[in-house]
């Protein structure tokens, strides 16, 4: 259902059956991009990319499809005739997932007859602002908890069954270690976990009794979840619990902190549990975390081995949506001559032209910055736009999401350390080639000239 | 793929394998509410009901599912043979969609085995959270917009596609007018509407060759974008084209403003447009709009007639989740006695037993409070829960979205002024029944005796 070609915007088709008409379907160059990082944050990681070529090898109208738009009557059968044979037939340049970008610098170009580039708009910002979004909120909350583990814990607050879905795999690709969603490891081949809730706890008549029928029906992988009455009562029954299973051979997991000041409780049930041999039994942390308090815990000294991150990495709660648009950049004149385009409303000025993000390393592996170029232009450093489709036909294979995952990871290692400090205002410098603001000057004069 | 049963946490499913070794999956009760109203809210508006309901109706294991889950190692070949034959046999009760609720209030009360009511969980908190969070926030654009027109335009940076669907659904509920959402027209039988975006006008050599093209090809359903390059000569061109129009015996629908200073532009567009006998063509605005804005924007005199609401109603921004969860309230003994629960540990006190929310009219049928008391207490008021699945099978049939929006509209009127006012801080008042707070008090001396 959610990559039907009818999950667009209206004014989609109504601007396509006007190009049609006006035989204006000539081939255009779309960028899309985040115009600026939210506040406080400084980078990006990219996500998404497989989810848009999935869509684009299926994307066709079906007769369902072409009957609701016909029973709208605002569509003409010429229209609705193209829509029946319609076919993504164009060009798509795209950054791999699990890459580190900024704002400005595509993420997708996409150079199509226009009408097509039009066609997948909705769907390309809808996929990219998710899971970008996510895979970078993600990506902060592993820099923060350092070495330690961190868990996705997010379903029940993400927006929807699919978000709960893409916030497991984009979380993942940011570095997380595994998720409490079982679909998520289904469809994703990621590792997926999970403790015990309150209420298994209070259907037994004692925390205790709840505790040994947990522990015996999964001996060597329980986590008890201590705070469901008194705390520190739940820590000395999670002993009783653990010791008991340690006599049958077994090693308790762990226990849950889902409430309460997680940096005295588990420094607390640190020493009770070293001081009883259960030294190996690690301590889980819960309960509405985001990076700045799993950064705050670890500086308090909070003995927290495992972090279970739910709502506010889910939601990217304090940035819920990307900054992110798709503009066009170049159409073609009368005789196929590509121009580049640009907008101009005031705070709106785009960059125009068919572009390339440059980074520039030093000699030692290490990036210093990008550059928003032309594409045609000869900056030597990566490129990250990579071509993934080619005149309609997937050119680009989507590496495993544990590659894409490590990936990152490596690559995160090269940027200057200020990138990974969650407080800093460290910003990565992204620079505009010199023929670049060339084009922007004196094409922003020549359109001003024409209207 | 989203309502499959894996779409849930993994405790719930290891909490399951426990119960049922332990012989535990005897009826128990729970709630789902929200602890909390989000900050500056007043209500809520309930939706998520009907994909409940499509859920619990639809809800087994697959031999995909079964397989997926035995390959983990985890799970004893007696508890998989259960998932094999599950079906969700409980009785639910719910306040239908589209009412108005508050914090505490069930809007989901489930007695089943212990195992079906956890299974359902995760599904049951995802979807409600989502819907009812996006119906709540798009009620307070309706009240800020008064009697204006209010659209959807979020699809682009909702979290992916179903929360897009989901988002165009409960904001119609809410009383929005449309989406530009095509696919929600599609599944939801509701109003889609388009106007046309930067980029077609950008692929004319002229904004007038653009306005002309489009207004042509939908000649009584056109409105035309403004401000992609000097706003004012926009709208002077767009009274270019509803002249030509007018000529020609056709309406031109409208105008749409996406950036600038909306209050004056407006004004001026509304002047010139009446100056030169376009007095029938509306303005729309458009560009990060929310609540707070629409009515700064209609205090200040702007002449809007149509908003186009986006990301930040789409994401609910200032509160992009809610404070909801699922509590155990209700377990039985051996003999099968229903024994009230509730939770003890600190700031985070439920009320234990089996609940219902009376809400009570004055005799001009005006709303006045709300009681949260046990459900065999006898109050006289309206009682929000229904009964909509019993035994499994579902009992209750979901109105069509016109109904659902209707009465809403109609609901709402029966409340206090005070509720409807985005920025005012009236509480309308919940009571507990005395005889809900006696046996919380009993109950919570009763727990901290017996752990």
Known sequence: MEDSPLLLDLYELTMAQAYLRYRKNSLA????????????????????????????????????????????????????????NFKFGGDIWAVPE????????PLIRVTAPIIEAQIVESFFLNTINLQTMIASKASRVVNAAKDREVFDFSLRRTHG???????????????????????????YHMPVVGTMAHSFIMSFKHELDAFLAYALTFPSRTVLLVDTYNTRQ???????????????GYKLQGIRLDSGDIVSLSKLARRLLDNTGLG?????????????????????????DSFGVGTNMGTSIDAPSLDV????????????????????SKAKITYPGRKQVFRIEDKNGRFIKDIL??????????????????????VYKSPTLDKVRLALKS??????????????DYMYQVLVSPALKRLQKSLARQLRERQ
Do not use: H, W
Request: net charge positive.
């Open 161 to 187: 069954a699919q978000a709960g879905l893409k916030v497991a795999r984009s979380s993942y690709i940011a570095g997380f270690n595994g998720t409490a969603t079982v679909l998520a490891g289904k469809l």
């Open 280 to 304: 190996f039994v690690k301590i889980f942390a819960s309960g509405n975390l985001d990076e700045f308090k799993i950064k705050r815990l670890l500086r308090q000294g909070a003995r927290v």
């Open 411 to 424: 690559e995160l290692c090269r940027f200057p350390q200020g990138l990974l400090d969650i407080d800093s």
């Open 29 to 84: 160059t779309f960028d899309l991009f985040v115009r600026q990082l939210p506040k406080g944050r400084s980078y990006l990681v990219s996500a998404g990319l497989k989810d848009i070529l999935g869509y684009i090898k299926e994307l066709s109208f079906s007769s369902s499809d072409l009957a609701y738009l016909k029973g709208k009557k605002i569509f003409s059968t010429e229209f609705l005739k193209y829509l029946a």
């Open 373 to 394: 170029g032309l594409e045609k232009e000869k900056i030597s450093g990566l490129r990250l736009l990579k071509k993934v489709v080619d005149k309609g036909r997937i």
């Open 325 to 344: 648009i798709y503009k066009i950049v170049e159409v073609t004149d009368e005789e196929g001559n590509f121009l580049p385009t640009m907008k101009l």
């Open 98 to 105: 699990g890459r580190i970008v900024f704002a400005n610098e």
């Open 234 to 248: 739940g820590i000395l029954n999670a002993i009783t619990g653990g010791l008991y299973l340690k006599k049958k």
